[in-house]
């Protein structure tokens, strides 16, 4: 019964690789097309996402019986909040699947930069919650009897969104090992978020309520620079976030 | 080929894994038994680069984990328990992905996973999405995407879980027709509890007892009727045979 303790030689590297690292933009390029050929096949997420979102634009709609000038000073805090939980409904799912299936170890196995993976995902949680926010807008505009349809509000929804994706896809890659991940998630996640969810929603509800630029504007700028600090984390904190 | 020393692991104040030292040679096919929590699925989560040492060196092919990471992924392919595929895309639609991710030129990709969907019988099969499979099919398809990109060293973590005796004839088949494990081309480590596949495919055992080797010698040193008395010895176990 011997351990074996055998000591090395001299060792050559096995045959040279094509290349050491895929290119950056081809993986986030591919996991986008994976997930979103994925999602239009089985459209597990964008389904429930979409569907959670009507109900609650319907509560909403019958439990706040409001007169016009109220409508448009709560239409974006309804906006965004349906946003904030159909979106974690939707990120939940999204790197669970990854992680139940073992496929995460496959996306880490590649020779790829981690932070590509990172991105990769995140644009997919961000185009779902896109399409949420466009369904609101529609939504909204009916049941709440306010125009939405305005290019600056379409800007604030694109920017808050792409916040709440990186954010969401870096929160939830870290919830993901968990075991009670489904609690965790939002316990997480809303702390992190309210910088976006905020900005967003003094912007739209300034631009909705028909206040000045100034008024608008600097909502708008605070909420790129989030967005933009978010992004560039992700970058720097993904690979420490999925290493064992 | 693949050489550690002193590889110790700890999650928090538990050691897994305390003072390994192995030298795996190429084209040699080691087998890893060991009882559950014996850290032989963290040893190999270590070669895979999904977990780093807590103390010791691993190199493979001469590069070193954790450094050399990207040079050491292209090396490995890793079939698991679990399928690492995508359910809602079709077989050839996760060849592909995963054909990009390893940086296949574009030119090859399309022969690549034809000839290897071919090899491991699911050409008939390739528009289908993955969750028709069966449990047997999905483990073809796991070892058709781990040699997709013709890896020098193949990781298998318990292949035949969950699989009947038909699947699992197949999955051996598969390893020594399409993977080549019993001629050399690859070097194979292989977590397994079934003793008799152990024994029949590997050259090496290695028997991994409270995170330190406890055993480790050539097929040719034993017989299949020797190896679960030696494995009952190692870890400690009262046989009733």
């Known amino acids: 019964m011997s351990a074996t303790t055998t000591t090395s030689e001299t060792t050559t590297p096995a045959a040279k690789p094509r290349r050491l690292r895929t290119p950056y933009f081809q993986v986030v390029a591919s996991l986008a097309w994976k997930d979103l050929r994925a999602e239009a096949r089985g459209r597990e997420l964008v389904n429930a996402m979409l569907l959670f979102s009507v109900m609650a634009v319907l509560i909403f709609s019958f439990a706040l019986e409001l007169d016009r000038q109220a409508q448009e000073a709560t239409v974006g805090g309804v906006l965004w909040v349906t946003i904030a939980f159909a979106g974690t409904l939707g990120l939940g799912r999204s790197l669970a699947a990854e992680k139940d299936k073992g496929s995460l170890d496959a996306l880490l196995l590649a020779p790829v930069e981690r932070s590509a993976l990172f991105y990769g995902k995140m644009i997919g949680n961000f185009l779902f919650t896109l399409a949420v926010g466009f369904l609101l807008v529609f939504l909204l505009t009916v049941l709440f009897n306010v125009n939405l349809f305005r290019p600056v509000l379409w800007l604030i929804i694109v920017l808050g969104c792409l916040g709440f994706a990186t954010t969401g896809t870096l929160v939830s890659s870290m919830s993901v090992h968990a075991r009670a991940r489904e609690m965790l998630l939002p316990i997480l996640l809303l702390p992190v978020i309210l910088p976006i969810i905020i900005s967003a929603t003094r912007a739209s509800t300034a631009l909705l309520t028909e206040l000045k630029t100034e008024d608008w504007l600097p909502w708008l700028q605070l909420l790129g620079m989030v967005d933009f600090v978010f992004l560039l984390a992700g970058f720097f904190l993904f690979d420490f976030i999925v290493e064992e | ?241």
Request: aromatic residues 8%; charged residues 20%.
């Open chain 2, 1 to 241: 080929m693949i050489e550690i020393e002193g590889l110790v692991k700890t999650f928090g104040y538990f050691p897994v894994l305390r003072g390994v030292d192995l030298h795996v040679e190429r084209g040699q096919f080691l087998a890893f038994l060991g009882p559950n929590g014996s850290g032989k699925t963290t040893m190999l989560r270590i070669l895979q680069g999904l977990a780093k040492p807590t103390a010791g060196r691993v190199m493979i092919g001469g590069w070193e984990i954790p450094r050399e990471t990207f040079a050491i992924r292209q090396q490995l392919g890793v079939v698991s328990h679990l399928p690492l595929l995508y359910d809602a895309l079709t077989a050839e639609e996760n060849l592909l992905f995963f054909a990009r991710l390893y940086d296949l030129p574009a030119s090859e990709r399309g022969n690549r996973v034809h000839s290897i969907l071919q090899q491991v019988g699911l050409e008939k099969r390739a528009k289908d999405v993955v969750q028709t499979f069966s449990r047997g099919m999905v483990q073809r398809l796991a070892i058709a995407r781990a040699l997709l990109h013709d890896p020098a060293i193949l990781l298998l973590d318990e292949p035949y879980t969950g699989l009947d005796v038909d699947a699992a004839a197949l999955l051996d088949h598969l390893l020594t027709e399409v993977a080549g494990v019993k001629d050399g081309i690859r070097t194979v480590i292989m977590t397994t509890h079934d003793l008799g596949r152990a024994y029949q495919h590997a050259t090496h055992i290695g028997i991994l007892s409270r995170g330190k080797i406890g055993y480790y010698g050539p097929t040719s040193a034993m017989t299949a009727d020797e190896l679960p008395r030696i494995y009952a010895e190692t870890v400690g176990m009262v046989t009733t045979a």
